[in-house]
């Protein structure tokens, strides 16, 4: 897993504002040391970046030229299931959060927040969490459906899953439901359906029966 406090890989900065992005560019590379950082103006030239492969994370302004909505933050997630993509955006607006996380996103925090905080919450992404403003109500959270496109069952060599998702799948496994899930890890519903939502995008599942007979594929 990513260190939160060692990338181990490149990072993408993804913004159209230059006087932010170099901000961003600075606090990460001083704060999480990244091997590289790539910068890009508009969702084009970020999308093309993801084919990198030594990339580990990927930080994305909604309002970038380019990027109209959350299906094209669902191709971001989607092309590469095995990093951690966070938005970072001026909006705390509550359909833009949850329109996010619905498409994958492992996290959501506003440019309005300083820079350490910013650099915490990134640090608790990057640690296996997921990141949700506290201006979302839990039970907003709680109800998030994630979008998911048909996709081929991947090779497990290819998963990425974090040790959280692995927890949260061994659950499904077992046949327990996202409140037992929670219980179990100590952890809130909410937070388990995101991570839900990572999982079924990892393997390629359209529910959660889908992605426990997957899961028992992969462990037998």
Do not use: W
């Not at 030594?54 to 989607?78: F, S």
């Amino acid at each position: 897993m990513t260190s939160p406090d060692k990338l181990g890989g490149s990072a993408l900065v993804a913004d159209d504002h230059e006087v932010f992005r170099y901000g961003l560019v600075q606090l990460i590379k001083h704060g999480i040391s990244p091997d590289d950082i790539i910068e890009a103006g508009r969702y084009e030239h970020a999308l093309q970046q993801l084919d990198r492969p030594d990339l580990k994370l990927a930080l994305v302004d909604l309002d970038m030229p380019g990027l109209t909505g959350v299906c094209d933050l669902v191709a971001m997630t989607e092309r590469r299931p095995d990093i951690r993509v966070v938005v970072i955006s001026g909006s705390s607006a509550r359909d833009d959060i949850l329109n996010a996380l619905a498409a994958g996103v492992h996290g959501y925090i506003l440019k309005s927040q300083g820079s350490e905080v910013l650099l915490e919450k990134l640090r608790y992404v990057l640690s296996g969490e997921i990141y949700v403003p506290p201006i979302v109500a839990k039970r907003d959270v709680a109800n998030v459906e994630p979008v998911l496109p048909h996709r081929h069952l991947p090779e497990i060599d290819s998963l990425a899953l974090s040790e959280r998702q692995r927890e949260v799948l061994k659950g499904l496994i077992d046949g327990l439901s996202n409140k037992e899930i929670a219980k179990r890890l100590g952890v809130s519903e909410g937070t388990v359906k995101m991570h839900m939502a990572a999982l079924f995008r990892a393997l390629g599942a359209t529910n959660r029966t889908h992605a426990a007979a997957i899961g028992r594929q992969f462990a037998g």
